[in-house]
């Protein structure tokens, strides 16, 4: 029963936001809507092509790998 847009405007610590572009829990343009209620200046938002919501079945390991190396990095 989160409400992440809402909640997203009380973040005041740097955020990284990564949105899956084949997720259909958590849609694109869902995600795009948590960044921009995100007030902290440092933020930084990825989408995923072809990502899921659990990044599960044929295809989704290069996913992972890509949201992991992203979370890595940042």
Same mark, same amino acid.
């Given at each position: 029963r989160a409400d992440g847009i809402?909640?997203?405007r009380d973040v005041t610590v740097p955020t990284l936001v990564i949105?899956?572009?084949? =997720?259909d829990a958590c849609t694109p343009s869902h995600t795009r809507r948590l960044f921009e209620a #995100? +007030?902290? +200046? =440092?933020k930084e938002m990825h989408e995923i092509p072809g990502a899921n919501h659990y990044y599960s079945?044929?295809?989704?390991?290069e996913t992972l790998n890509?949201?992991? %190396?992203? #979370? %890595?990095?940042w």
């Open positions: 809402a909640c997203g949105g899956n572009l084949a =997720d #995100i +007030p902290h +200046p =440092d079945g044929p295809g989704q390991r890509r949201a992991v %190396s992203i #979370i %890595s990095e």
